[in-house]
């Protein structure tokens, strides 16, 4: 029997070291599948609940094992459904590969069933796309999109036609003009900054007193040369919110996270610093930088794109981070002064007791920050934790304690709800000897996270260590975006909008086989946390937490105290919860927030 066109695209892949797929099947990619079930002892092939998922989880695939993940759709819907995944992985900068079917090639233009236009569909999302119309085509294309997505560290999609993908494979092209030969493989690149631009960097970095060094996912292998960096150079590490698992949270001198869900410590040190230093981190918000001229900068990335984006540099090293690091820090000089480094130690110091403080705030009924602190401490070895999008992302950001031996993520610049379970199914599926834990709100949870628990009843039982946990966050509440309709816009909660129906999650999870927990009182959390992590199969922990608890930035601006003010004069539907609880997390140098918005003292002052 000769091989067809999908074969042949299966064997191609092999050959690329594919081995995982995730997909969902439909008749636009039969001849696809149909090959799938002859090549069944070459590929793992995960069958998701809906197209979208199975490009988060390609995305996490790519995001916790650096190779290509692969994903797997019909024509039609089902290329349109991919959409959302894939552009999580564009903007966290994964390389995937989306394949997709087509209606037959005779029928296109016809505006023919589930016809669309996937070139120009998928245009913005993939760095290279392309339709198949010859068997010939096959290995070439192929070849392009995976290597360009190694290289590019982006998307790219392969469209064939239904038709095409049961004709006779053509695995050697004729050797007559128009047709190409190509390879398997990828080759990296090398690319490594002048020693001038070294030197550059290091004279700016040796002139500075008061240095801060921020890094993001780029620095994730990273970790011992930042390390070393920040105690010669005396500078505190701020971490982007995809580069959390660059060091651990138990050094001193780490400030923690940036940005609206970071720290007082992050905040401040960027305030006064007069150099900063970037490290694979293309941290979007400004703001939370230097002011415009404050600071010296440099900037460490291996793409020239990413260069001074978000704040002026005036040495650009182009390079891998480990590597370019390795060959600067022999350049630097140890700061003598230590008096920097000191006051940010201290910061880090405090900002970890006021966590606590916060946490251990009493609330109706638990304090989701408690649940993120407590979290920490129980942690097994070697956990990888994938988070959602929603107020629950805060307290990832802040509470945890990664440690060295683990690996975090969620989505990043995207910042998209729904990545919190597949991600952990891909890491699950990446690494089965491996503890994992899904942070999910209940939003996300009803939004997809319910049905890809199913995918997790079919797979668990294959994993060499069954410890997977989906942790629930059950506000009955869109928390994120009440906050910031609050805290931006002055707007008091819609109800009808924001409210999220209750639904029993660690019940479900039972009915799915697993092992359900609901907490509703904190004194049980440790003991929760425990008993979920030392499971003999997968486990839902429902954790029933208060939406009144404020997710406060680092640093409160005149306008979202007015806006925060305003919504409560518009009248909020849990007006007495918000101001109790915004008191107890406030109760120190920002009360003045809350005791304006008190009933008799709705009045605006500039100079607050």
Same mark, same amino acid.
């Given at each position: 029997?000769?091989?067809?066109?999908?074969?042949?695209?299966?064997?191609?892949?092999?050959?690329?070291?594919?081995?995982?797929?995730?997909?969902?099947?439909?008749?636009?990619?039969?001849?696809?599948?149909?090959?799938?079930?002859?090549?069944?002892?070459?590929?793992?092939?995960?069958?998701?609940?809906?197209?979208?998922?199975?490009?988060?989880?390609?995305?996490?695939?790519?995001?916790?094992?650096?190779?290509?993940?692969?994903?797997?759709?019909?024509?039609?819907?089902?290329?349109?459904?991919?959409?959302?995944?894939?552009?999580?992985?564009?903007?966290?900068?994964?390389?995937?590969?989306?394949?997709?079917? #087509?209606?037959?090639?005779?029928?296109?233009?016809?505006?023919?069933? #589930?016809?669309?236009?996937? #070139?120009?569909?998928?245009?913005?999302?993939?760095?290279?796309?392309?339709?198949?119309?010859?068997?010939?085509?096959?290995?070439?294309?192929?070849?392009?999109?995976?290597?360009?997505?190694?290289?590019?560290?982006?998307?790219?999609?392969?469209?064939?036609?239904?038709?095409?993908?049961?004709?006779?494979?053509?695995?050697?092209?004729?050797?007559?003009?128009?047709?190409?030969?190509?390879?398997?493989?990828?080759?990296?690149?090398?690319?490594?900054?002048?020693?001038?631009?070294?030197?550059?960097?290091?004279?700016?970095?040796?002139?500075?007193?008061?240095?801060?060094?921020?890094?993001?996912?780029?620095?994730?292998?990273?970790?011992?040369?930042?390390?070393?960096?920040?105690?010669?150079?005396?500078?505190?590490?701020?971490?982007?919110?995809?580069?959390?698992?660059?060091?651990?949270?138990?050094?001193?001198?780490?400030?923690?996270?940036?940005?609206?869900?970071?720290?007082?410590?992050?905040?401040?040190?960027?305030?006064?610093?007069?150099?900063?230093?970037?490290?694979?981190?293309?941290?979007?918000?400004?703001?939370?930088?230097?002011?415009?001229? #404050?600071?010296?900068?440099?900037?460490?990335?291996?793409?020239?794109?990413?260069?001074?984006?978000?704040?002026?540099?005036?040495?650009?090293?182009?390079?891998?981070?480990?590597?370019?690091?390795?060959?600067?820090?022999?350049?630097?000089?140890?700061?003598?002064?230590?008096?920097?480094?000191?006051?940010?130690?201290?910061?880090?110091?405090?900002?970890?007791?006021?966590?606590?403080?916060?946490?251990?705030?009493?609330?109706?009924?638990?304090?989701?920050?408690?649940?993120?602190?407590?979290?920490?401490?129980?942690?097994?070895?070697?956990?990888?934790?994938?988070?959602?999008?929603?107020?629950?992302?805060?307290?990832?950001?802040?509470?945890?304690?990664?440690?060295?031996?683990?690996?975090?993520?969620?989505?990043?610049?995207?910042?998209?709800?729904?990545?919190?379970?597949?991600?952990?199914?891909?890491?699950?599926?990446?690494?089965?000897?491996?503890?994992?834990?899904?942070?999910?709100?209940?939003?996300?949870?009803?939004?997809?996270?319910?049905?890809?628990?199913?995918?997790?009843?079919?797979?668990?039982?294959?994993?060499?260590?069954?410890?997977?946990?989906?942790?629930?966050?059950?506000?009955?509440?869109?928390?994120?975006?009440?906050?910031?309709?609050?805290?931006?816009?002055?707007?008091?909660?819609?109800?009808?909008?924001?409210?999220?129906?209750?639904?029993?999650?660690?019940?479900?999870?039972?009915?799915?086989?697993?092992?359900?927990?609901?907490?509703?009182?904190?004194?049980?959390?440790?003991?929760?946390?425990?008993?979920?992590?030392?499971?003999?199969?997968?486990?839902?922990?429902?954790?029933?937490?208060?939406?009144?608890?404020?997710?406060?930035?680092?640093?409160?601006?005149?306008?979202?105290?007015?806006?925060?003010?305003?919504?409560?004069?518009?009248?909020?539907?849990?007006?007495?919860?918000?101001?109790?609880?915004?008191?107890?997390?406030?109760?120190?140098?920002?009360?003045?927030?809350?005791?304006?918005?008190?009933?008799?003292?709705?009045?605006?002052?500039?100079?607050?």
């Amino acid at each position: 029997m000769s091989k067809s066109v999908g074969d042949y695209l299966l064997e191609r892949l092999s050959e690329w070291g594919v081995k995982r797929i995730y997909g969902f099947p439909g008749d636009g990619i039969n001849g696809i599948m149909g090959a799938m079930g002859r090549a069944s002892d070459r590929f793992d092939y995960i069958r998701v609940r809906h197209e979208e998922m199975s490009a988060f989880m390609a995305c996490g695939h790519a995001k916790f094992t650096g190779e290509i993940g692969v994903c797997l759709a019909t024509s039609g819907p089902g290329a349109i459904h991919l959409l959302n995944g894939l552009y999580d992985a564009k903007m966290d900068h994964m390389p995937v590969l989306a394949i997709v079917g #087509q209606q037959a090639s005779s029928a296109l233009g016809s505006d023919y069933q #589930q016809e669309v236009d996937l #070139q120009t569909l998928y245009k913005d999302v993939s760095n290279y796309v392309e339709m198949i119309s010859s068997p010939a085509q096959v290995r070439h294309v192929l070849d392009r999109a995976l290597r360009i997505a190694a290289a590019e560290r982006a998307v790219t999609c392969v469209i064939v036609p239904n038709d095409i993908q049961e004709m006779d494979a053509v695995p050697s092209p004729p050797r007559s003009h128009g047709n190409v030969y190509s390879g398997v493989g990828y080759a990296p690149a090398h690319g490594e900054p002048a020693d001038r631009e070294l030197r550059a960097a290091a004279e700016i970095l040796n002139a500075g007193s008061k240095v801060a060094i921020l890094v993001g996912a780029g620095a994730l292998d990273a970790s011992d040369e930042v390390i070393e960096l920040a105690d010669v150079l005396g500078g505190g590490v701020a971490k982007a919110l995809l580069g959390k698992a660059a060091l651990p949270d138990d050094l001193p001198f780490v400030t923690g996270s940036i940005g609206l869900l970071g720290t007082r410590p992050s905040w401040k040190m960027m305030q006064a610093c007069d150099t900063l230093l970037m490290i694979g981190t293309t941290f979007p918000y400004a703001e939370f930088l230097p002011k415009d001229g #404050q600071a010296r900068a440099v900037q460490i990335d291996i793409s020239p794109r990413n260069v001074s984006m978000r704040y002026p540099t005036e040495v650009n090293l182009i390079g891998d981070s480990a590597q370019t690091l390795r060959r600067l820090l022999p350049l630097l000089e140890r700061k003598q002064d230590r008096s920097w480094r000191e006051s940010i130690e201290a910061d880090v110091a405090d900002w970890w007791k006021e966590l606590e403080d916060k946490a251990m705030e009493p609330a109706e009924p638990i304090n989701p920050q408690r649940i993120f602190w407590e979290l920490s401490s129980h942690l097994p070895q070697g956990a990888i934790l994938c988070g959602d999008c929603g107020s629950h992302t805060n307290w990832y950001a802040r509470d945890i304690k990664m440690r060295r031996d683990m690996m975090g993520s969620l989505s990043g610049k995207l910042a998209t709800m729904g990545s919190g379970v597949p991600y952990a199914i891909a890491a699950k599926m990446a690494y089965p000897d491996r503890p994992v834990l899904a942070m999910v709100g209940d939003g996300a949870m009803q939004m997809n996270g319910n049905a890809e628990l199913i995918t997790v009843k079919e797979q668990w039982q294959r994993w060499q260590n069954p410890c997977f946990v989906v942790m629930v966050l059950a506000n009955h509440d869109l928390n994120q975006v009440t906050w910031e309709q609050r805290a931006m816009a002055g707007d008091p909660k819609f109800e009808t909008a924001q409210r999220v129906e209750d639904f029993p999650y660690a019940r479900y999870g039972e009915l799915l086989g697993f092992k359900g927990i609901r907490v509703d009182n904190p004194d049980d959390i440790g003991r929760a946390w425990d008993e979920a992590f030392a499971a003999d199969r997968p486990v839902v922990i429902e954790f029933i937490a208060d939406p009144d608890v404020p997710p406060l930035p680092p640093h409160i601006t005149f306008d979202q105290a007015r806006a925060f003010m305003s919504m409560l004069v518009h009248g909020d539907p849990d007006e007495g919860g918000v101001i109790k609880q915004a008191a107890r997390q406030v109760k120190d140098g920002a009360k003045h927030i809350v005791e304006s918005a008190l009933p008799g003292h709705h009045r605006h002052h500039e100079d607050d």
